[in-house]
């Protein structure tokens, strides 16, 4: 009996069917909450973006701020493993972190939607200690330990980057910008490192190296 039990929760949970429904599900959300926060989009609209009856939005998520989150962690995981991916071998954190932003940046000039998305749920993550900013707090803390950022500590460095990083998204969205993404990429980068405690001239030599290699 249990092992009948055990074949059928498999075969649910590798359902074609059911992925597709949670994969609809996620990308109208994703969709909607690029124009409205959760509060502005109810599950009735979501399920008609998505195609699929309400019953089943609730088969894959307890409720919307539980679809919310999903959605943001999804797209957090996706820039990161970017991130990840264009610091790999770099062991300095100035450029690490500016490299970061530029490639945030980039995220959001190719998925537009995502990056909207995740502007507007990314509330809840700026606790230091939370799971989702264990990467950046190794990042921040290392930096401090090796005295390339000064005269902050690990939860105000993280605040500083994170505070940035939705500056400049915001930026980036605005349709009166008139500068283009790599410059505001390039001068946010320098001006977060500033803050962080690391010398103007240093910090203006990283940003532009960091826009240039991510965006130009």
Excluded at 18 to 30: E, F, K, N, P, S
Excluded at 95 to 114: K, N, T, Y
Excluded at 193 to 207: D, E, F, N, Q
Aim: glycine letters at 8%.
């Amino acid at each position: 009996m249990r092992a009948d039990k055990t074949r059928t929760t498999a075969a649910v949970r590798t359902d074609p069917r059911r992925d597709r429904t949670r994969d609809a599900l996620l990308r109208a959300g994703q969709r909607l909450f690029a124009e409205r926060d959760v509060d502005g989009v109810s599950v009735d609209e979501i399920v008609d973006a998505a195609a699929v009856a309400k019953g089943s939005f609730y088969n894959h998520f307890a409720d919307k701020g539980v679809f919310a989150r999903e959605i943001a962690a999804g797209v957090r995981r996706d820039v990161e493993q970017l991130v990840d991916q264009a610091n790999a071998g770099i062991d300095d954190p100035a450029m690490d972190v500016s490299r970061a932003l530029c490639v945030f940046v980039r995220f959001a000039m190719e998925h537009r939607d995502r990056a909207r998305a995740l502007w507007r749920l990314n509330t809840g993550a700026t606790l230091a200690d939370a799971p989702i900013n264990r990467g950046l707090r190794e990042v921040v803390q290392r930096g401090i330990e090796s005295g390339v950022f000064k005269h902050v500590d690990v939860e105000t460095g993280i605040l500083l980057v994170m505070g940035n990083f939705v500056i400049t998204l915001r930026h980036v969205f605005d349709d009166r910008t008139r500068k283009q993404p790599e410059h505001i990429a390039s001068q946010m980068a320098s001006g977060l490192l500033r803050s962080l405690g690391v010398p103007a001239a240093r910090a203006a030599k990283l940003g532009e190296a960091a826009a240039r290699a991510i965006l130009g």
